[in-house]
Structure formats: structure tokens, C-alpha cells
């Protein structure tokens, strides 16, 4: 059994994505402990801007034309590629920057998407959790409502275009004691710290026997 994990919180110290993850691996763990995580930290260790351009320039050449730029281009592909495929379980922990889909989680999709098992259905049915956290709360009828186009992107990009099977836990409000000007929000922020935190456990067990299931 394996699990591919992606991280993509830029302060790891601090990251509530990966706590939050870190619960659904573990309970993930409990019922796989032979299992082995592979981990991409996009935060830490971010792609080449330039990979997905040398890709999609290499486009119809023959690999003795390619420049040794995009033969590495293409080799990286393939390497994220293979992470994704030979996984029997994804876990992708993606925190919201400036409103939308984070830059270095963008490219990492883009480089993937350009090998033609991820966009020929390789991931179709692969179990998956998405961790999303958010500073803000964007639930209709706050001020900022409609401005998360990470999330409803995420969710779009896993469920139809890979056909992955996910489940989602999203946490808002983590910016919630570290700025004095949301501290009004303190009892609401904790409540859902703890539900977010409880239903990353129930999404980990769930992942954990999705791949009992079809395993068996
Ligand atoms: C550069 C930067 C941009 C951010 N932009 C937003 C934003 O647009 N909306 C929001 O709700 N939170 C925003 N945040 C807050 C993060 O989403 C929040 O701190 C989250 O918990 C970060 O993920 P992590 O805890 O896993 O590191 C931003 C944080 C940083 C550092």
C-alpha cells in the first residue's frame, strides 16, 4: 500500500494544512502501517518555473531535437506523474494564497497534466483528500464570499478532470489569533478548528478502508 502527499504551505512551521493532513496520515498509518508515504513539498521545495514551458515547447519533437532543458523537463514530468499514478491513495494539503490557486500548486498540476496517463485517466476512481485552509471565512454572506477560487478549482480539477474519489476538509479562520483585527471571531474560529479536526480523522479512516475495499 502507499500514500503520495503533497504539502503546499509556504511556513511549515506554522502550517495548519500540514497539522491538519498530519491527522488524516496518521489515521491512514493506524491502518496501513506497512504503508509507504511518498511526499512532495511544494512550499519548501518548489518546480522550476520554466518546466511546464519547456514541456509544452518540446511538443512533437523527437527526443534527439529536445535541448537538455526540456529533457529535464520531461523527465521531472514523468517523476510527478509516476508519484500520482503508483500511489493507491492521495492526500493534497493546499493552503489559499491571495484568493486563488496557489502559484507553485498551479505549476505542479500544469507539469502533471501534460503527461498523457494523468490526462488519459490514470487517476480515474483513486481515492483522494483534499486539505484546504483558509485565513478568511468565505461563507455566504461575509464580505469576502466568492473570493476562494482555490478551492471550488481544486475540487474541480481532482473530481472531473482526474475522476479522482475525494473527500475535502477545509478549515477557515486559521489566520484567527495570529491577526489582532479578527480576534471577534475567536470562539467561532475555535469550534471550527475542532470540527475540521475531527473530520480530517473521519476522512483518514475513510481513505484508509476506501483502499481496503477495493484492495480486497
Ligand atoms: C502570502 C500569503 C497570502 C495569503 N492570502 C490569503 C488569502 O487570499 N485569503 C485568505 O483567507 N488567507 C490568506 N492567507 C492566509 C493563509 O491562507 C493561512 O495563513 C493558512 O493557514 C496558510 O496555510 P498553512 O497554515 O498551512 O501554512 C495568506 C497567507 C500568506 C502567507
Known sequence: MSLFRLDASITPATSQSRALADLVEAEWSAEHPDSIVTRRDL??????????????????????????????????????????????????????????????????????????RINGGALKGKPA??????????????????????TPWLRRVIEEVWGADLLVVQRQFTLVGVNPALDQFTDQAAEIKVAAEQLAAEHGRALAAKRQASAA
Open 129 to 150: 483528500v483534499l486539505v484546504t485552509v483558509l485565513g478568511g471565512n468565505y461563507n455566504p454572506g461575509t464580505p469576502k464570499e466568492g473570493w476562494d477560487h482555490s
Open 43 to 116: 512550499g519548501t521545495t518548489p518546480l522550476p518555473a520554466t518546466t511546464w514551458r519547456d514541456i509544452i515547447t518540446s511538443s512533437g519533437l523527437d527526443e534527439d531535437a529536445l535541448s537538455p532543458d526540456q529533457r529535464e523537463a520531461r523527465a521531472l514530468a514523468a517523476t510527478l506523474a509516476d508519484e500520482l499514478i503508483n500511489a493507491d491513495a492521495l492526500l493534497l494539503a493546499v493552503p489559499l494564497y491571495n484568493w486563488g490557486v496557489a502559484a507553485h500548486v498551479k505549476s505542479w498540476y500544469d507539469i502533471t497534466y501534460t503527461d498523457p
